[in-house]
C-alpha cells in the first residue's frame, strides 16, 4: 500500500469516507481539554476538522496529496487557522517527539517490524501528560483485509508501553457501519 495505492482510491470516487469523525474519537477525545492534535493518516480530514472544531490545533499527515487536497477544501474558514496539512511518509518520517497533546490514530496501517521503528515514531511523538489513540479493525474480523495480521492490533502496542505509560482502554467495541462491525481500541496517556 504505497502511495500510489491511496491516491488511486481517493481519485477512484469523489468522497471515500463518510465525512463524519471516528465515533471512538468523539467518545474518547470529547472528555480531553484541547491543545496540539497530531491526526495520522488523515485522509479526507474529518477526524481533523471535528477536533479543530472543538478548539484543537491540529496538525494533519497523511501520505496522499489527493485525500489532503480534499482534505483542506472542507475546512470552514473559521477552523482555517486551526488546522495545518502535511504530506508526509510517516513510517518513513517520524513527526516531532513529544510535540502533541494528542496522538490519533484511525485505521492507518503500520506494519509490525523488529525494532517497531515506525510505532515508535508515532508513540515518540506524544507530550509528557498527552494521550495516543489507536483504533483499528480486529481480528479475526471477515471484512478486513487479508494481510491484516501484519499490522500491529492494540495488544501488542500495549505490550509495548514501558512504565511511561498507564494504558486508559483496551478492548473491543461494536461500531456501526456496513463492513466493519468493531473497533480494536487503544488509548494509553504518557506519564512522563
Ligand atoms: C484507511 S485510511 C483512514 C483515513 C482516516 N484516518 C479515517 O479514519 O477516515 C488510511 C490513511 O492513511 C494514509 N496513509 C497510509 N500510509 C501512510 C503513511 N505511511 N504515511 C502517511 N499516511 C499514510 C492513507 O493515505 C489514508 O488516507
Known amino acids: 500500500m504505497d502511495v500510489h495505492h491511496w491516491d ?3 481519485r477512484s470516487r469523489d468522497q471515500v469516507f463518510s465525512g463524519n469523525p471516528n465515533p471512538v474519537l468523539v467518545a474518547e477525545v470529547g472528555c480531553l481539554p484541547p491543545g496540539q492534535a497530531l491526526d495520522v493518516g488523515c485522509g479526507e480530514g474529518a477526524d481533523a476538522l471535528w477536533l479543530a ?3 484543537w490545533q491540529v496538525t ?7 485525500a489532503l487536497r480534499r482534505a483542506a477544501g472542507a475546512a470552514e474558514a473559521d477552523v482555517r487557522d486551526r488546522l495545518a496539512w502535511a ?3 510517516l513510517t518513513v518520517a517520524p513527526p516531532p517527539a513529544r ?12 506494519r509490525r517490524e523488529p525494532g517497531h521503528a515506525a510505532l515508535y515514531g508515532l508513540l515518540n511523538a506524544v507530550a509528557p501528560g498527552g494521550a495516543f489513540l489507536f483504533v483499528t479493525h480486529p481480528l479475526p474480523d471477515p471484512a478486513s483485509a487479508p494481510r491484516s495480521a501484519e499490522y500491529y492490533q492494540p495488544g501488542d502496542i500495549a505490550q509495548l508501553l514501558g ?30
Request: some cysteine; charged content about 30%.
Open 99 to 110: 510535540a502533541f497533546d494528542l496522538v490519533s490514530v484511525h485505521y492507518f496501517p503500520i
Open 8 to 10: 488511486d482510491m481517493y
Open 87 to 89: 504530506r508526509a511518509d
Open 53 to 55: 472544531r472543538c478548539g
Open 60 to 66: 494533519a499527515v497523511d501520505v496522499s496529496e489527493v
Open 163 to 192: 512504565p511511561a505509560w498507564h494504558v486508559l482502554v483496551e478492548e473491543t467495541r461494536p461500531r456501526a457501519g456496513p463492513r466493519h462491525t468493531h473497533d480494536a481500541v487503544l488509548r494509553a496517556s504518557r506519564l512522563r
